[in-house]
């Protein structure tokens, strides 16, 4: 059988469960507007499927919904270029997700880590969503035959998730249809951890609103959030090595590098053998600078929701005309009649 040749194409999702983080924004937001500004064809949707494998109050779902798409353009994603749809509409993903919950395995399931920390102590009352999850992000990525997906480090192990259904399902049809798809997990922040402890992720989930910053924060907030995150008291080292075995100051200085597109060896012989009081300072100016703008659109876009609604309609219609030939060829090999 011949090899396919997959053209390529970007594709990555975010869960509109309230409160995008700036791990969200350096882990996949920021860098999904490079990929797009580099002219990759780029596909991005908000998983309200993928949301409500945990509770969601409706109201505030769809409310979530539209201020995640808000933050995406307010990012620098033109929904022009790039299509940007909530994934509900786009009944392709949950169809393809019934194919692939039938080529994954249990025994692949039960070792996803995401898993195990959602579900906790009481994985019997998990919803079946949640265990099935890894199986709806595979057809997320692949009912576009999507071929790079960036994303922070702690989805890996579901982009490994989704080479091996990838790879199985063509093995076991005979056929060389799905891409064995690339996570693209680069530059300084692809892990950002919470301001109170260097060994957590930031996360939109922690208890604690210190622990993160929010893409809504307004400039003092920011500020504020900056000061007080945890450090220890030593100044910052004077090269990268130094900062190994001491979290809190790796993190903050992984944050300045993201957000001024700088590498961290670059950073280091600006800021080395500075003391925290000096550092700090710089760090919360960079980023007012760069997250209150983004802030302030994403409430200016929000007071018109029919806007956004017109653009997540448009570009769920783009992404069906994409995804549904695929999906129908996926039932043509399954042996679907009708098809
Ligand atoms: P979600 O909604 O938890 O996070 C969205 C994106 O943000 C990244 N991220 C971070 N990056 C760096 N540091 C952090 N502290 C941090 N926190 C979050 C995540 O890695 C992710 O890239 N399962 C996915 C959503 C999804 C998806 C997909 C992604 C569904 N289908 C298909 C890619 C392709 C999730 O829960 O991401």
Redesign the pocket.
Known sequence: MSEVVHTPRV?????P?GNL????Y????KRFAQAQDNGISSIY?M?DL?AITVWQDPAKLANATRELCAGFIASGLDPARSILFN?SQVPEHTQMAWVFNCVARMGWMQRMT?FKDKAGKNAQNASLGLFA??A??AA??LTYH?TH???????KQ??EL?RDIAIKFNNDYGVDFFPVTAPVIEGA?????SLRDGSK????SDPSDMSRINLTDDADTIAKKIRKAKTDPEPLPEDIDGLEARPEARNLVNIYAALSDQSVAQVMAEMGGKPFSEFKPLLADLAVDKIAPISTEMSRLMQDPAEIDRILANGAERARAIAAPILKETYKIVGMVGA
Do not use: W
């Not at 350096?26 to 937001?29: I, M, N, R, T, V």
């Open positions: 594709f990555s999702g975010i869960q469960s983080t700036l791990g969200n350096l882990g996949a937001l949707c998983v993928h994934q995401q999850y890894p709806l992000m997320d990525i999507a997906v960036p994303v922070g480090e702690d989805q579901h982009i989704t922040a692809t892990r950002v951890m992720k930031m996360s939109k």
